[in-house]
């Protein structure tokens, strides 16, 4: 069994995104309630959460940004710049508890005191750009994650493998000409979904060319295609690349049950995708990966995959 750090904290619930906002705290208690009943809870690391160091958050996000976000909340609104984005006075503080609890996890995974790590954590974070928020993002923190990691612990190469369904257009323009971190996406093809890009000519700019690579999906397909897509893109682009530390932004909404996309994704699906992922984590990092919350939206889908993905984690299950 792999040592699994598990983060969590009851302050991710305070970010309020008022009633019938599909990004809700039931999102986060439903995962949590799950695993308690299930037992799971017992076998993991609790892993607690600190406020990131802003200057992490700058290490991605520009400084104005920062501030116009704080602001926002500080003042009362209750939506940043668009109505998807719904905060409250305690967004931007959960957002920076949202960020430490994956720089806490990636300090014990190179640490080693755990194997690998799942962040259970709102707000969530790849459509968040350098100096905007979108679908529910404000902070990047998986983007800041890959810094912390360059910059704190001096690890050269990191992938980022998305399998949320929708394309993390934040993570990708963030790294797009950077040829030390590989994005790679697969998602609900950009005619058909949110946010409207990932599509599989947009590999890269500049020096980062050849260092993102996307997979888009059609609604209605499912296992089979997401099968065909990760063997014949993700494994090639991950072996090229060799990365020295995987982070996953680990989206749920792909599920055949979730209202919020078009695909088909089984729960079994979802077992083959994190393992293929395990399969590269354990080929080339060494086992190291840290696994962060994005979407899921089906209530009662969300706990069942989560747990499962936690357990693959753990090598208790396997596809
Ligand atoms: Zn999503």
Redesign the pocket.
């Known amino acids: 069994m792999k040592k699994t750090g598990f983060v969590y904290d009851e302050r991710y619930l305070l970010h309020d995104t008022g009633a019938a906002h599909p990004e809700s705290p039931e999102r986060l208690i439903a995962i949590y309630n799950h695993l308690v009943k299930t037992g799971m809870l017992d076998k993991l690391v609790k892993i607690e959460a600190e406020p990131a160091n802003k200057r992490w958050i700058e290490s991605v996000h520009n400084i104005h940004y920062i501030t116009k976000f704080e602001e926002a909340c500080i003042y009362g609104l209750t939506e940043f710049e668009h109505p998807d984005n719904a905060i409250c006075r305690e967004t931007s503080d959960v957002a920076y508890l949202a960020v430490g609890g994956v720089l806490k996890a990636i300090d014990l995974v190179m640490s080693g005191e755990i194997d690998r790590a799942f962040c259970a954590i709102r707000p969530?974070g790849?459509?968040a750009e350098v100096s905007a928020p979108m679908?529910f993002c404000y902070f990047n923190n998986v983007a800041i994650g890959a810094r912390y990691l360059q910059r704190n612990h001096g690890i050269k190469r990191v992938a980022i493998i998305d399998f949320?369904?929708?394309h993390g257009n934040g993570t990708q323009h963030i790294f797009d000409n950077d040829p030390t971190v590989l994005y790679y996406s697969i998602?609900e093809h950009p005619s058909f979904a949110?946010p409207g890009t990932g599509r599989d000519f947009e590999e890269g700019i500049g020096e980062g060319d050849g260092f993102t690579k996307n997979s888009p999906v059609l609604p209605g397909r499912g296992d089979e295609e997401y099968r065909r897509l990760m063997m014949q893109d993700l494994v090639p682009a991950i072996k090229k690349f060799e990365p020295e530390f995987i982070l996953l932004s680990a989206?749920f909404?792909?599920h055949i049950d979730d209202m919020?996309?078009g695909t088909n994704l089984t729960t079994d699906g979802y077992d083959f995708v994190t393992q293929v992922i395990l399969n590269l984590v354990n080929r080339y990092t060494n086992g190291k990966v840290v696994s962060v919350l994005?979407?899921?939206?089906n209530l009662e889908m969300l706990p069942v995959l989560v747990e499962n993905h936690i357990k693959m984690l753990c090598e208790l299950r396997s596809f």
Do not use: L, Q, R
């Open positions: 969530p790849h459509h679908g949320d369904v929708h998602h949110y989206g909404d792909a919020m996309s994005e979407g899921g939206y």
